[in-house]
Structures are given as structure tokens and as C-alpha cells.
């Protein structure tokens, strides 16, 4: 790869500093001209038109990525201030593909009420109440029972303006709705969007106007300048603009291949999100992060983890992270702390590496030391987890 990295740098700085944040609108907008701000089911509809990747706008899964990203951190923070709590891990929900409004609630026992926004993947369910203007009244528990109806791990979010207390959100067996703000969702969404060369000014109005509708909401919110602003500097700077996403675009997809390529050297091949042994003798999967995040953080982040049947019905998930969590506790680069285990999976160690990504250190390199490390040798982490299910006879051949 050949790549003026000066003027990469000269470019974006120049074009940053000269695009403002997204507004806070000055006058009425669309919702407020045809009156339906305050009304959730128009709001709800606008919401799932976002969230659905299949739609017609050109942001893909930039709501869905936000709300999980924002979900799973929220959870990590209330985790430490309330370990009483119980929350499936959202963070492992893999790829959206069916999104929609004012679902029916089937077989619970109390009145059929209606969810406003249903996301689902293939093994997973999110229930989204969102609130605009009332207090919250709804049966989620009514709500919850719909959802685990559904034979797939689910998930509740309550989206409103302001922050709810804790407990409005538990149910009786224990779990929690998850309280996300309005505000929170699109000040993440304003940090994940990336201005790419399929957005139009429609899109882009579109956004506008949802994002003015809900600001509308919070008075106290500081006014920002005008979307026409970011389209014209857009409009000006296009052809800049995309050759540096080129250039992004070309560095990811290199790290990608470079990963991949170096994970088949050691027996892994990559399945959907994760890596595995190619001879699949165990349910053992590495999962790192997308190669933008990697470069975003400037970090090396990965996690070996047991999944599928194993994991499910076969062995004491419990004593499998504990026994590994005190394995590897000492070791430099380990953070067994964050150790977690679902129904979907149970983490055998996490290891991280800041500064990853430095001058005269090529990726590929560090990478194959650290794999190198993690990997080869009888005395290797992921040599020790393997024995340990070779002990047990745990043997899983898919």
C-alpha cells in the first residue's frame, strides 16, 4: 500500500476543522410543522426506518451499532455499581435482520399490549419502549415474557429524554430494561457517522430532521450550527473527502486480510465475527474487534471463548471462568477481570495491548508475536484451556 500519509493528515485536519457539529435546529422542523413531535408511534416508525439496514438510506447499521455500543457500556459501568443486576450481553448480538413497529405482545398473561420497535437477529430479540412524551405506564413484564416467546436471548431498552431510575426498569425474575436516552443514542450516532460518498443531501436531511426533533426535546441543549453548513463544506471538499475514506477504507480492509492471514497460520479460520480451529476438535473461538476500531483505539483487543454446544449444555460454565480467570490473572497483557460467560459463550481470557499500531512495528509482526504467544507451545493460554477440556474429555467435533 502506497499512501501519502502528509497528506492524509493535511487533508482530514483541514476539512475537520472547517465542518461544524450537527445543529441544534433555530426554527420548526418537519415534526413540529406537521405535529406529530410528541407523538411516539411517529417517532417509532421514523426509528425503526433508521435502524433497518435494508432501508433506503444510506447509513447501514450506524443506529443499531450505536445502540450497542452504548448498551454494552452501560451495562460494564452498572455491573460495578450494581452486581445485582442481571442483563443478557448485548454486545455479542451479531448481524440485524428484521426491524419492526407496535409488535403485538402474544401469551402473556396480563393485557396485549404492543412493543414500539423490535429488532431481531437470527438469535437474539430487542424490545425498544420508546418514550417521548409520557410516563412510563407499560407492562414489561407483558413485554419481556413476548420476547423470550420468541426462543431466542432477548434484550429490553427503555429509550426516553431523561434518565430513569434504576428500578423502573426491573422485572420479576430479576432482569432490568435498560434505560438508554434520546440524547445519548444520537450523540453516539453523531460520533459513529462517517461521511461517505452514498450519502445524499436527502439522507443527510432526513437525519436532520430527526435529530432536531428530538433536541427540540431538551431545552437546555446549546444550539449548534446549521446542517446547510456541513453540506456545503461536504459539497466543496467531495472529492477530497473520498479519496481520504479510499485511503481509510484501503488500510482496513489491508489489516482485515493481514489478520486472517495470520490467524490461518496458526489452524484458525474466520467464522462470521470470530476465529476457530480449522480442524473444529473444540468450540474454542478467538474474537478481535473490526481493524477500524482497532486503528480508532490504536489497540490490540481479543478474547478466547468457549461457544456452541459446549458451552451451552456440556460443561460447568462457572468453573470454567473461574478456573481461568486465576490461570492468567498475573499474566502481562491479560484482563481477566472483564471475564464474562452467557448462554452464547464463556470468556477463557481477554488480553489487551495498547499503542498497538507504532512507527517502525509493523502490525503483521506484533500480531504474530502476540498469536505466537497466546498460541504455540504446551505452556500457551490456549494450549492450557485445551487440556483442560481434553481432561474432562469435552472433545466437540462440528
Not at 444550539?223 to 477530497?240: A, V
Not at 458451552?311 to 484482563?335: A, P, T, V
Request: charged letters at 30%; one cysteine or more.
Amino acid at each position: 500500500m502506497n499512501i501519502d500519509k502528509f497528506d492524509i493528515i493535511k487533508e482530514a485536519v483541514f476539512i475537520n476543522a472547517k465542518l461544524p457539529a450537527l445543529p441544534k435546529r433555530p426554527r420548526k422542523n418537519l415534526f413540529d410543522i406537521l405535529k406529530i413531535q410528541h407523538r411516539e408511534i411517529r417517532n417509532s416508525n421514523i426509528l425503526a426506518y433508521f435502524f433497518d439496514p435494508n432501508e433506503e438510506h444510506g447509513f447501514g447499521t450506524l443506529f443499531y451499532d450505536s445502540l450497542q455500543e452504548i448498551a454494552s457500556q452501560k451495562i460494564t459501568a452498572l455491573k460495578k455499581s450494581h452486581p445485582e443486576i442481571e442483563f443478557n450481553d448485548i454486545s455479542f448480538f451479531d448481524e440485524l435482520v428484521k426491524v419492526r413497529t407496535e409488535e403485538q405482545t402474544t401469551g402473556a398473561k396480563t393485557k396485549t399490549k404492543s412493543i414500539d420497535i423490535v429488532l431481531e437477529g437470527d438469535a437474539w430479540v430487542i424490545g425498544i419502549e420508546n418514550k417521548i412524551h409520557h410516563d412510563l405506564a407499560n407492562p414489561l413484564n407483558t413485554y419481556w415474557a413476548h420476547l423470550k416467546s420468541k426462543k431466542k436471548t432477548p434484550f429490553g431498552i427503555l429509550l426516553t429524554l431523561f434518565p430513569y431510575k434504576l428500578y423502573s426498569g426491573k422485572l420479576d425474575n430479576g432482569h432490568y430494561f435498560l434505560n438508554i436516552t434520546h440524547r445519548e443514542l444520537i450523540e453516539r450516532i453523531q460520533q459513529n457517522i462517517q461521511l461517505t460518498g452514498d450519502l445524499s443531501t436527502t439522507d443527510l436531511f432526513y437525519l436532520r430532521e430527526y435529530f432536531k426533533n428530538i433536541e427540540s426535546h431538551y431545552y437546555h441543549l446549546k444550539p449548534k450550527p446549521e446542517m446547510h453548513t456541513i453540506i456545503q463544506e461536504i459539497t466543496e471538499n467531495y472529492s477530497t473527502i473520498s479519496k481520504i475514506l479510499k485511503k481509510k477504507e484501503a488500510a482496513e480492509n489491508h489489516i482485515e486480510n493481514l489478520i486472517s492471514t495470520i490467524f490461518s497460520e496458526y489452524g484458525y479460520i474466520k467464522a462470521a465475527k470470530w476465529y476457530r480451529r480449522e480442524d473444529k476438535k473444540y468450540d474454542l473461538y478467538f474474537y478481535i474487534p473490526s481493524a477500524s476500531e482497532l486503528m480508532r483505539t490504536n489497540s490490540l483487543w481479543l478474547c478466547f471463548e468457549l461457544r456452541n454446544q459446549t458451552n451451552r449444555n456440556i460443561i460447568n460454565r462457572s468453573e470454567f471462568k473461574e478456573h481461568f480467570q486465576n490461570e492468567f490473572y498475573k499474566l502481562q497483557g491479560f484482563d481477566q477481570d472483564e471475564l464474562a460467560s452467557s448462554s452464547q459463550r464463556t470468556h477463557a481470557f481477554i488480553y489487551k495491548e495498547d499503542n498497538f499500531f507504532q512507527k517502525g512495528e509493523p502490525f503483521n509482526e506484533k500480531i504474530k508475536n502476540v498469536l505466537d504467544r497466546l498460541i504455540s507451545g504446551d505452556t500457551a493460554p490456549v494450549k492450557q484451556v485445551e487440556q483442560y477440556l481434553k481432561d474432562r474429555e469435552y472433545f466437540f467435533k462440528g
